[in-house]
């Protein structure tokens, strides 16, 4: 009994160990964050700087049409779109060459406070919370909120107000997602995580109505006939919606001629006039090329991706697996104690929170961690502990017999493991592992939350570069299915050979 | 004979739990000695020749072994120590991943550090006394429970042990090979091996024996030689067993 209580507690202070231990080092990192913005503010040889490179590197998630998205030119994919007009004048004002660096949204002010780029100009708001990393430009385009509806709902939706009883749908954690609960008398509001999504839901009849931004809106409505967009006329504050460019904290030199710049687009007006009518040009163009083949290459790279986190996590995972079975089975409580609480909690944790967490969590400490690292240390943690249940019950599958045995003829217990036990318990485990990969295959999905450019996360840019939901999930499904089946024919012929002998 | 004590066995205890197994066992084997332990079923007889090697620990008692006691040495001085006492098992335990000869070769390369060649040497060496020289590179699957047991004993004899354990060597044999296995075990008594067996063969025992125990409740309740305790035993429980058996 008493044995029992012991090791509950174990369990759990491992745990809690397992828990705490990233939070304190995330409140370490929020000291050191803003002591390093102070440093910044010292000098601002900011214009300099760039005017000596040469170059201006802008940082922006070329996944948002019409601000910035890719299109293909003669089969090279090329960054269009009002922002990429924007920098480009900006560049030229500046008399440097201009370098786009693609990243993820929620990349870009990490990039930005460590150097990576000199600005961001992602149609990015220039919120409050924003303001405290990093200093603005002024405003220089600043949108309504549009419905997109079904064209033939035309006349019974009008205002935001006929919405009433009816759900509107936005994504999730967008300020649209908020007007809509606080401006939308009697309306449900729907959230999901891409754009897409919405308007697939929206084209189904799940949501009336989409709230978006209006150039979004307007790119949609011009690329799909069956719909139609109106102002919303919901009230906002300019300073939380409007698009600016965003500078490192203190590069008062470099935001003056961004302002510049923004003053001269301003009076030429230069966004209504060229920008926005060439962004829809290249929209156009781009829902011209339609076809899924054309988009071969980001299947390309989603495989490789997918691979490339599979196989590398497949080997941590088996190493991690078998020092983790090893302890499991080992004589020393605390070694053991450990093994269960950190497989019992990896095996009763979804793999997304993980890979959340281990992005999020040691992000904040190692702010340079990339996406696809962090993927691949969440998904081998996890495999870690489904590996090391594998290999454990491969070894508890050797009959005691053979231990004893072993031991009988003097040999001491590693040498038991290591020429009687293992040796057995690895033909048991093979088919196992082998499934545990497959399964990886397909839970390496997940990632793509993070924004690590695996299978999934292509697709999902294919649906937005195509304005097409389903033809790429298809695909994705069939690729995924050839991996897999694949892979466990060519296990079940080696498996096969292994019996054999 | 001489009257070296090879294993001396001092108030052994085993329990299993609550269960109390070995009650309170005294004896000694002598070097040279043939030692058959017979009783009926569940009296203790496995769990006795398990302690005396220390695959069972006692739960008390004393197993002194090269002036050792087994039950309070490092697991370092036990496994050198396991080196000098072969076992046999009822389950063979040959290891199925390995050849006949891998089989014998392992312990004597990995505990004494033989060098192939002569592990080899002494292997076939092995195979030949056991009868089994032509199935050197056959592996256990392939072979008759019989042969299965002659390998064990083979396998045993490679690490050249003072002492030899059988514990049921014959239990788990079809009838028709229970003779090749005990031919083996014959020849080996009479090359004057210490041997110790649990068996209830008790025409290998009357004939090969030179002491019987006779065990039953956890204890060893007669010691004597074939004849004195099969002709004129003189326990209740052993006149009851053998009254049933013979």
């Known amino acids: 009994m008493s044995m029992k209580i012991f090791k509950k507690i174990l369990m759990l202070l491992a745990v809690l160990m397992m828990v705490v231990t990233p939070f304190a080092a995330i409140t370490a990192d929020t000291t050191s964050s803003s002591s390093s913005a102070d440093t910044a503010k010292t000098t601002d040889d900011s214009l300099k700087k760039v005017k000596e490179k040469g170059t201006l590197v802008v940082g922006l998630s070329a996944d948002y049409p019409p601000y910035e998205f890719t299109t293909k030119q003669d089969g090279k994919t090329e960054y269009v779109g009002i922002d990429i007009q924007i920098a480009k004048k900006f560049a030229k004002d500046l008399g440097v060459k201009l370098v786009i660096k693609n990243m993820n949204f929620d990349s870009l ?41 079904n064209k033939k709902d035309k006349s019974k939706y ?16 967008t300020l649209e997602y908020n007007l809509i609960k606080q401006q939308f008398p009697g309306a449900t509001v729907k959230g999901l ?27 949609y409505v011009q690329n799909n006939p069956n719909l139609y967009a109106f102002n919303s006329k919901v009230s906002v504050d300019v300073n939380e919606t409007g698009a600016a460019m965003a500078f490192p904290k203190g590069a008062t030199a470099l935001t003056q001629a961004a302002n510049k710049t923004i003053a001269d687009i301003k009076k030429q007006d230069l966004l209504d006039k060229e920008y926005v009518p060439e962004a829809a040009k290249y929209m156009k163009q781009s829902s011209k090329h339609n076809t899924m083949a054309s988009y071969w290459t980001y299947f390309a790279k989603g495989i490789e991706y997918t691979l490339i986190i599979t196989v590398v996590s497949v080997l941590i995972g088996f190493v991690l697996g078998i020092i983790l079975a090893l302890m499991r089975l080992g004589h020393n409580k605390l070694l053991h104690g450990l093994a269960v609480a950190y497989i019992e909690f990896i095996r009763g944790t979804p793999l997304m929170v993980q890979v959340m967490f281990v992005y999020f969590g040691i992000g904040a400490v190692i702010q340079s961690l990339p996406a696809l690292a962090a993927g691949i240390i969440a998904v081998s943690l996890n495999s870690g502990a489904y590996v090391a249940e594998v290999i454990r019950s491969g070894i508890e599958s050797i009959a005691i017999g053979q231990t004893e045995a072993a031991r009988s003829l003097g040999m001491s217990q590693k040498q038991t493991y290591q020429y009687v036990v ?44 195509t304005y097409k939901g389903v033809a790429p999930l298809a ?25 054999h002998e | 004979m001489s009257n070296k004590k090879m ?10 739990g609550d269960n109390l197994v070995l009650k309170d066992i005294s004896e000694s084997v002598e070097q040279g000695q043939v030692i058959c332990v017979i009783g009926p079923s569940g009296s203790g007889k496995s769990t006795f020749l398990r302690c005396l090697n220390v695959l069972e620990r006692p739960t008390d008692g004393k197993v002194i072994f090269e002036g050792k006691d087994l039950t309070h040495i490092s697991e370092k001085e036990l496994d050198s120590l396991r080196e000098k006492m072969g076992m046999v098992f009822q389950g063979f335990n040959l290891f199925p991943n390995m050849s006949v000869l891998e089989n014998i070769k392992l312990a004597p390369m990995k505990v004494k550090n033989v060098d192939e060649v002569q592990a080899e040497k002494t ?24 042969q299965k047991q002659r390998v064990a004993i083979a396998r045993a004899l490679a690490m050249d042990p003072e002492v030899m354990l059988f514990d049921e060597p014959t239990s788990a044999l079809d009838p028709e090979m229970v003779g090749e296995v005990l031919k083996v075990m014959r020849d080996l008594a009479d090359s004057g091996m210490t041997m110790v067996v649990v068996t209830h063969e008790m025409g290998f025992a009357k004939e090969v024996a030179d002491q019987i125990w006779f065990m039953a409740d956890g204890y060893v309740q007669e010691v004597g030689t074939p004849e004195e305790v099969f002709e004129h035993p003189t326990s209740e429980r052993a006149k009851d067993f053998l009254a049933k058996i013979l």
């Open chain 1, 109 to 149: 002010l990490v990039a930005l406070e460590t150097g990576k780029i000199d600005t961001i100009i992602s149609a990015m708001n220039p919120t409050e919370e924003r303001r405290k990393s990093v200093d603005f430009s002024n405003i220089y385009y600043s949108g309504g909120k549009y419905i997109v509806i």
């Open chain 1, 158 to 173: 009008t205002s935001k107000e006929s919405f009433k009883g009816q759900t509107v749908g936005a994504q999730n954690g």
């Open chain 1, 193 to 219: 995580a891409k754009l897409n999504n919405l308007i697939i839901a929206l084209q189904s009849g799940k949501v009336s109505g989409v709230l978006m931004e209006e150039p979004t809106a307007k790119a």
């Open chain 1, 422 to 465: 293992i040796p057995q318990a690895i033909k048991n485990i093979w088919p196992a592992l082998g499934n545990e990969f497959i399964t990886l295959i397909k839970e390496s999905s997940i990632v793509s939350v993070i924004g690590v450019g695996d299978l999934m996360y292509q697709t999902q840019l294919v649906q937005s570069a």
């Open chain 1, 475 to 499: 695909i994705t499904m069939v690729i995924y299915f050839v991996l897999t089946f694949t892979l466990s024919k060519g296990l079940n012929y080696f498996e096969g050979k292994m019996k």
């Open chain 2, 7 to 16: 294993i001396e066995v001092q108030n052994l205890q085993k329990k299993f």
């Open chain 2, 123 to 146: 292997a076939k060496e092995l195979l030949a006394k056991v009868g089994l020289a032509d199935k050197a590179n056959q592996f256990p699957d392939s072979l008759s429970g019989g």
